[in-house]
T-cell receptor, first 115, second 113 residues
Framework: DTGVSQDPRHKITKRGQNVTFRCDPI?????LYWYRQTLGQGPEFLTY????????KSRLLSDRFSAERPKGSFSTLEIQRTEQGDSAMYLCASRKGQGRGSPLHFGNGTRLTVT | GDSVTQMEGPVTLSEEAFLTINCTYT??????LFWYVQYPGEGLQLLLK?????DKGSNKGFEATYRKETTSFHLEKGSVQVSDSAVYFCALSDQPGNTPLVFGKGTRLSVIA
């Protein structure tokens, strides 16, 4: 079990630029989640995949955000025309099984700073 | 909708003190409950969980009991260490299957020697 891997760890970008983050889940986990965490807050759900299908999107996920999981393995989260309010830690998590007792396994996150 | 409310931090304790971090929840169904811990610069790690009423989750000296009658899942540890300094998040998962976890805002714990 190599854990959930996220890349990059840190990203600094100028307002208006596009950024893309990558997440590699634990290999046998078919469910993959993206969360956003701002300072002093708990993680907020953004979107979720089961295999390659994107099954749920939060209202937090504006039109500038898009996520993909093309082969049901790794996932990417793209933010277009970044704004300063997008500055946050973006967390990826994966999960095995569908019982509500099945925990999420988190990566270390990508910290985005928009200047 | 579902929600989790945690006591506000920061909480500062001396080493070997007793810890309680309160957590209450609101859920439409019969949720599973979790505590996650986040150490500086790292992602969230599962600390413990409970899936039904009166279950006690435990790990690394931490315990939490699922209290359906009071909709609570308070985290406790009898003797904290400096290495326990972190942010603790209470979370719930309501419906089986795909529902994402709903998190509280977190409680920062600082333990001083």
């Amino acid at each position: 079990d190599t854990g959930v891997s996220q890349d990059p760890r840190h990203k600094i970008t100028k307002r208006g630029q596009n950024v893309t983050f990558r997440c590699d889940p634990i290999s046998e986990h078919n469910r993959l989640y993206w969360y956003r965490q701002t300072l002093g807050q708990g993680p907020e759900f953004l979107t979720y995949f089961q295999n390659e299908a994107q099954l749920e999107k939060s209202r937090l996920l504006s039109d500038r955000f898009s996520a993909e999981r093309p082969k049901g393995s790794f996932s990417t989260l793209e933010i277009q025309r970044t704004e300063q309010g997008d500055s946050a830690m973006y967390l990826c998590a994966s999960r095995k099984g569908q019982g509500r007792g099945s925990p999420l396994h988190f990566g270390n996150g990508t910290r985005l700073t928009v200047t | 909708g579902d929600s989790v409310t945690q006591m506000e931090g920061p909480v500062t304790l001396s080493e070997e003190a007793f810890l309680t971090i309160n957590c209450t929840y609101t859920a439409t169904g019969y949720p599973s409950l979790f505590w996650y811990v986040q150490y500086p610069g790292e992602g969230l790690q599962l600390l413990l969980k409970a899936t039904k009423a009166d279950d006690k989750g435990s790990n690394k000296g931490f315990e939490a009991t699922y209290r359906k009658e009071t909709t609570s899942f308070h985290l406790e540890k009898g003797s904290v260490q400096v290495s326990d300094s972190a942010v603790y998040f209470c979370a719930l998962s309501d419906q089986p299957g795909n529902t994402p976890l709903v998190f509280g805002k977190g409680t920062r714990l600082s333990v001083i020697a």
